[in-house]
Each structure stands twice: as C-alpha cells, then as structure tokens.
C-alpha cells in the first residue's frame, strides 16, 4: 500500500475553504510538500513545511501538520476555478531522504 | 527563462521496440529524477542521478535504463523488458546536498507513452 494516503476525490463550491487531508507513516521525514498537477501537466511545487513547525501560511494557503498523527493538511481559502487539479502530498524518507508520493487529491471546483 | 523539457508531449511506439524519452534542464540543477504516473497513483521513482556520470535505481527500475552524460540532460529508455510501459513520465531535478534543498524538486510537464 502506500505510505502517504490521500482521499482520492473534492469536491468545493467557488469561493468556499478547501481542505485537503494526507496522512503519511514515516515519523522522522524532514520536510512535508504540496504539489498541485493541472491536467496533462507536470507538478507544480505549491509549498512545504518542516517537521518542527506546525502552521505555515502563504497568501491563501495554511498547511497544518499534527506529528503525533502524522497528518498533514492543505487549506485553499477562497478557492477559485483555477484551483481545479490533483493535489499531492508528498514526504521525504527517511531512509533514503526520497520523496514518497500520495496518489493525489482531484479537486473539482463547481459554480 | 529557467525550467525542465521534456519531449515530446506524446508518444507511440509498437510493443518490443525501446524507446527515450528526452529531459533537459537549465536550472543548474546536480540532481535529476524520472517519475512514472498511473492513474490513480502516487508518483513512482524510477531512477535517479545526484552526479554527472552516476545515477541509481529507484523503486521500480527494471525495464528502464538512463544515462547521465551532461549535467543538462537525463535520458530515460523504456526497453521491450517493461511489462507495462504505457504511462506518463515525469523528470524532474533539484538542487544537490551540497548546494541547496535537494528535496525540493521541480518537474518537468510530462511525456505521455502509449505502447500498442
């Protein structure tokens, strides 16, 4: 199986908060990343925390990540149509410092 | 204006052939990574090369091969021993460990192999 888990499907109004939630395994990653994927595209680096903080906000997105639950989220406040895409949460490994990848969150933005 | 190539976009190829797949970066990155994506799937490491001249597995190297001749560029070949090569591919680079992030990684936008 994997070992970041990602719900697979959201589905948001325009204008609403979005909340995407990741759950990784591996207690001693380093850095924590959102990635966002727009159809037949590459990835796009969103933004990351470090394993030492628990909030990090850029413009209209919060990232929370709880270690103890090893649960990392994304928030989108004020989500636009252009926010449509698979986002994916991804964790450095400890073993050998790769990244582990979710199998992606399709957000769906409806009007 | 710094970023990852890949080419081309799509590409078909016959079952029993080899077939590269192009990736080319200016970002004066040490580090060079293929990916593979299925649908529904997390990305997939497939090979990696933190140093010009040396590169290593991945998770699901066999059926693949690559080079590391150019810092610039990271071919990937999809040999006839890949039991199900059609996917999309994804390369992408990073800083080494000793010049920056190197878990920060930038991709490139996808090549998309379809084998009949």
Same mark, same amino acid.
């Given at each position: 199986?994997?070992?970041?888990?990602? @719900?697979? *499907?959201?589905?948001?109004?325009?204008?609403?908060?979005?909340?995407?939630?990741?759950?990784?395994?591996?207690?001693?990653?380093?850095?924590?990343?959102?990635?966002?994927?727009?159809?037949?595209?590459?990835?796009?680096?969103?933004?990351?925390?470090?394993?030492? !903080?628990? !909030?990090?906000?850029?413009?209209?997105?919060?990232?929370?990540?709880?270690?103890? =639950?090893?649960?990392?989220?994304?928030?989108?406040?004020?989500?636009?149509? +252009?926010?449509?895409?698979?986002?994916?949460?991804?964790?450095?490994?400890?073993?050998? %410092?790769?990244? @582990?990848?979710?199998?992606?969150?399709?957000?769906?933005?409806?009007? | =204006?710094?970023?990852?190539?890949?080419?081309?976009?799509?590409?078909?190829?016959?079952?029993?052939?080899?077939?590269?797949?192009?990736?080319?970066?200016?970002?004066?990155? =040490?580090? !060079?990574?293929?990916?593979?994506?299925?649908?529904?799937?997390? &990305?997939? &490491?497939?090979?990696?090369?933190?140093?010009?001249?040396? *590169?290593?597995?991945?998770?699901?190297?066999?059926? %693949?091969?690559?080079?590391?001749?150019?810092?610039?560029?990271?071919?990937?070949?999809? $040999?006839?021993?890949?039991?199900?090569?059609?996917? *999309?591919? &994804?390369?992408?680079?990073?800083? +080494?460990?000793?010049?920056?992030?190197? %878990?920060?990684?930038?991709?490139?936008?996808? $090549?998309?192999?379809?084998?009949?």
């Amino acid at each position: 199986g994997e070992d970041v888990e990602q @719900s697979l *499907f959201l589905s948001v109004r325009e204008g609403d908060s979005s909340v995407i939630n990741c759950t990784y395994t591996d207690s001693s990653s380093t850095y924590l990343y959102w990635y966002k994927q727009e159809p037949g595209a590459g990835l796009q680096l969103l933004t990351y925390i470090f394993s030492n !903080m628990d !909030m990090k906000q850029d413009q209209r997105l919060t990232v929370l990540l709880n270690k103890k =639950d090893k649960h990392l989220s994304l928030r989108i406040a004020d989500t636009q149509t +252009g926010d449509s895409a698979i986002y994916f949460c991804a964790e450095v490994r400890s073993n050998d %410092y790769k990244l @582990s990848f979710g199998a992606g969150t399709t957000v769906t933005v409806r009007a | =204006d710094g970023g990852i190539t890949q080419s081309p976009k799509y590409l078909f190829r016959k079952e029993g052939q080899n077939v590269t797949l192009s990736c080319e970066q200016n970002l004066n990155h =040490d580090a !060079m990574y293929w990916y593979r994506q299925d649908p529904g799937q997390g &990305l997939r &490491l497939i090979y990696y090369s933190q140093i010009v001249n040396d *590169f290593q597995k991945g998770d699901i190297a066999e059926g %693949y091969s690559v080079s590391r001749e150019k810092k610039e560029s990271f071919p990937l070949t999809v $040999t006839s021993a890949q039991k199900n090569p059609t996917a *999309f591919y &994804l390369c992408a680079s990073s800083h +080494g460990a000793l010049t920056g992030n190197v %878990y920060e990684q930038y991709f490139g936008p996808g $090549t998309r192999l379809t084998v009949t």
